[in-house]
């Protein structure tokens, strides 16, 4: 898999922000009501270990298997 860029690791975050926002009123909608003070740090503790994983995970390289066919 390649890595996104920073322009890409930002479009992902735009989308993520509203993603979280909803995802407290899906559950409160289902019956699980978390309050806010608790939610938004945890799932803003969540994003940031998405988003550092992205970044820490190794560019694929052609001993990975992966990357550019017609260089192999």
């Known amino acids: 898999m390649k890595r996104p860029g920073p322009v ?4 992902l975050l735009a989308f993520a922000v509203p993603a979280v926002i909803e995802f407290r009123t899906v559950l409160s909608m289902v019956g699980i009501d978390v309050p806010a003070r608790i939610y938004f740090p945890a799932a803003a503790l969540v994003v940031a270990l998405v988003v550092g994983g992205v970044l820490l995970w190794p ?3 052609p001993e990975g298997g992966e990357g550019n066919p017609s260089r192999r």
């Open 8 to 11: 890409g690791l930002v479009i």
């Open 59 to 61: 560019e694929a390289g």
